[in-house]
């Protein structure tokens, strides 16, 4: 049919800023329709006029193939009377009243801008600040909204005459990119040495090069901060600067030159090739193929942190010798990653030879993503740079701010019936990183124009962030912290009712003073009732037991045998140590109970073997994770006893016979990797007999899954697939962390819940 009709087309969700004018202008140019696209606070609205047919393919278009940054919510579309058009325009957007709330992610260099960059004769040639509407820096420059040019840290740079003319024609790709710019009148990298002194080359990429060949250390800076970077496969580089961050085994992730180079060296399966390839290109965690790549990168490790090159200078990083760069936070171990150049050259001196400066600003520092493929499909494990601020949609229209947790902190903000969870911050133990964290509370509460009447936190009484807690004005709302974490299972899911939810992790402070982390909830969003945990034992020393997984074997021994324990197998102590660590335990002197189910991780892989102090968080449980080995991790399918006991109503799993039984396989030369196993199966089997259990009291058939220790490969999909055998309807996170980088949003989700009951 060849009938005219008008057509009236608001399209909302993160619209903004991601080339949607331009795209829709190219649209209806082509097809010869009338009519005038615009910006809104509310979305992008369309009045368009033509053949009916042309304007279906306009809708067809924005629904199969939208620009890809946009993340269309809803498309409402209504009929008009025609004959009011002549042209198609764009229309200015001013006279906006409020405020844009949605801030794209930065963007890894889309495939039109990587042809530029290798194309000798476009004006882009080898321009590391190449960028367009569909790729490049978004929120680590805004400084403020609305996002404009003036607004970012591009605000210093003049547009020249020819980007200038890019950014105002509709047809161009760079329409209105902000961040627009070229060798001329664009950002410039130099380099310098290791004292902040700069050298004079003209060639700086190049020289960069041959440092790396030399296997020097460089600090580069990048999109959204700084990273180390030295050759991936010269050993002795990779050490040095092991020594120089001093991390000594956290693994480094890797980028590597192409995808080609990274199935030289790990399996990649379909989805991880989506992800590796994709717009947003964090890291992504995969198994290592072979022994090809040096174990330093990642010692005592199946897996290895992998990414593809996601700026116009990762791309001229490489060439036909250097196919694999250590790539990792530019920051000394614990601290936040630096962005700043000053800054970088006063704290990064000792570990770097030089530096690859460049003067965009970076006005938030945002640390790489990590992702894996969990039961066929993406997880995060850190949400960071090419993911956060992307909001998540809320039930209620209220400000709050959730302050989350003292670990792998992130924040979250409610507004507008958005929630924005933060790029990743980090363990808030020193001062670093908490300003950080204060300058992050800030900068939300600036851009996103809020001063929350709620702040939301956790229960601890100790955590660094109770300071700026108690600074804030507002109501506080105190969040248990594995309510938190089921909660923000809940909402990711979009659960309402009530739910099993199963919490594992390290430490969490439990509302009778001990610390929790073997968590059987049953729960909303409203409160929780916790039905069942990992039995109790001591950590003796409390926070030394997490640095010193020993301890928490010899408590777990000492619960078995008391004063005739044995400690033959800690032969890496001294008595007096052993002897300490006793008197603690039976004295209960400096002692803090524990249902941690990290911590119970800590102690088998002691018992097996892991004798040094935890230089990262979960190393012993992922260490005793990876001494399975391939044929016991799909055939060894024993388990070791326990017992669920009842304790005051609650089931309490009984861990005793496990220690017991692995205890008598140490001593009959059973392999680590088939005790690893069974001691896996275990956790699995009495987690699901646990949720049996609760179904039939509670009559809940829904489960939840979050908490680190999720991050465990055997143990989610074991649980994971063991739930559904039994007919439980299982949820687990995709996009929310599990481990405490969550907790904020579950927190906020606790409180959305709270106040709009209240409301009512
Ligand atoms: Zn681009
Ligand atoms: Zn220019
Ligand atoms: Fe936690």
Known sequence: MNNLARKYIIVEGIVQGVGFRPFIYNIAVKNQLKGWVKNTSEGVYIDIEGKEKDINKLLEELKNNPPPLSQIEKITVTKKDIGQFNTFTIKNSKGVEKPMTQISPDIATCKECEEEIIDTNNRRFKYPFTNCTNCGPRYSIIKELPYDRVMTTMADFKMCSKCLEEYKNPSNRRFHAQPNACSKCGPKIWLENSKGKKIESIQP?????????????????????????????????????RVRKSRPKKPFAVMMKNLEIVKKYCDVNKEEEEILTGIRKPILL????????????????????VMLPYTPLHYQLFDKDIEILIMTSGNISGL??????HHAREKLSKVVDYYLMHNREIHLSVDDSVARVILDNKQLIRRSRGYAPTPFKLNANLEILACGSNLKNTISIAKNGNGFLSQYIGD???????????KT???????????????????????????????????????????AHIASCMKENKIVDKVIGIAFDGTGYGDDGKIWGGEFLVCDYSGYERAGHLNYVKMPGKDYAVKEPWRMSISHLYELYGKKISTNKFDYLDKRTKKNIITMISNNLNCIETSSMGRFFDAISALLGFNGNVSFEGEAAIRLENLINAKEKLYETKSYNYLIENVEGRYVINTKGIIEEILYDTENNVSNS???????????????????????KYRLNKVTLSGGVFQNKIIIEGIYDGLLKEDFQVFIHREIPCNDGGISFGQMAIAESKLSTRRK
């Open 441 to 483: 509370i800030e900068h939300f509460k600036g851009i996103y124009k809020i001063e929350p009447k709620v702040i939301v936190h956790d229960m601890h009484p100790e955590f660094a962030s109770s300071h700026i807690i108690q600074r804030l004005e507002g109501e506080k709302i105190a969040v248990q912290h594995h309510h």
């Open 286 to 305: 995969l198994h290592r193929k072979n022994e090809l790549l040096s174990q330093s990168i990642a010692p005592n490790n199946r897996e290895i942190g």
């Open 336 to 341: 936040p990653i630096e962005y700043k150049n």
């Open 205 to 241: 990429i190049e020289d960069t090069l041959r440092f790396i060949k030399e296997g020097r250390i460089l600090a580069i800076k990048g999109l959204g901060g700084f990273h180390l970077v030295c050759n991936g496969k010269d050993e002795k580089a990779v050490e040095k600067l």
């Open 428 to 438: 808030l133990d020193n001062l670093e990183t908490y300003n950080n964290y204060i």
């Open 674 to 696: 088939v005790i690893s196993k069974k001691f896996h199966n275990t956790v699995v089997a009495f987690s699901i007999d646990m949720c049996k259990q609760i179904r039939k």
